[in-house]
């Protein structure tokens, strides 16, 4: 019966941009004794191939979970320098030595160091587990298999309900949407500046808006300057990577960041129903964290269970929600990036067309 039951509820997602809450968030739900927390899970697979409704095969379906640097790319390589809180698994507390060489590309696989830290007593015994699982299970669509893989690690865990949460992936709603179009969605928002100046302190998006807007250091390092010698989390950091990791990068950067992710994702929301889809403020979840999750709870039709969000409330720290009074430099860069997608979530006023 709860096999049926746990088929039967919709596939349930908390949905952001980068240091939205989302996490801390994650961290408090998970303490519902029925529900595990998939904490960046599809973040860990295949970049390329983890979405588009198709016909897959077990092999294929085990390809993508297994998918070395084709899920976060090189900066895993150096995931010891990164050392981001979202990295969960320390492998010198590993039940058995791991060899970074028997994996594909000679590197931990992103399974490992995200999701399965937090769910498991040993995450490289339970990779080898679900790579094995997934390889062994018949050609249907893609959205079968991962409702199938999703409900399996859930039971695996102890729990009977799952939810999916990712660190960006507002920017995936659409093709969330179009595996599971009777998904529940809930949004987390945060104040665009607060959100901006997180990431600009966060190792993993500083580095990733360096990458990807090919900016340089002042003696002129770009990231394809470097080679195999510096992205090698197995030796010091070299100076070139240091150069890199102390290298400002522009706040604008990073407000644009979030108002790309959040006007993609905002496409797909038109297609749900009003009861799949939710927003919540992160600052409204700090002031009065109790009434938040009872709503959380309420929207994704979770069993009522006693206790834990007391619990849940007592991970938040105090002055976490602190706001950013911005200056007169950034309120115009907000002016200028995020405004559009401030008006969407009702963070700024609509424009007056007509006086």
Sequence with gaps: MEQRDADAAPARFIVGTG??????????????PSVAILSELMVTFDFYGKFGEREISGEALAELLDCGL?????MKKIAVHLATPEITFDAAKAPAPIDPSRYRDGVLPDLVLLPLGPLFDDPAAMFDEIVALARAQPTR??????????????????????IERSGGSIAWLPELVELFPEGRFLHLHRDPLDAALSMQAHHHFRLRAFKHYDLQTASGIRWSDLDEHDLDG?????PKLRAIFEHPVPLDCFLQDWSDCILRGMRAVQDLAP????????????S???A??????????????????GEACALLRKGQAAHATPTAEQAVLLERHGRAASVLLGRAPAPELYR
């Design 292 to 309: 938040a999750l009872g709503r959380i709870v309420a929207f994704f039709d979770l069993p009522d269970e006693p206790g834990w969000i």
């Design 234 to 238: 197995a030796r010091p950091m070299s």
């Design 288 to 290: 009065d964290p109790a």
């Design 275 to 286: 009861g799949q889809y939710a927003e919540i403020a992160f600052e409204e979840m700090m």
């Design 141 to 162: 669509p893609l959205s079968e298999q991962y409702r199938f893989l999703f409900d399996w690690i859930a039971r695996r865990a102890g729990k009977r309900h799952w």
């Design 70 to 74: 084709a899920s976060t790319g090189e």
């Design 19 to 32: 240091r939205c809450g989302s996490t801390i968030l994650s961290r408090m739900v998970d303490l519902h």
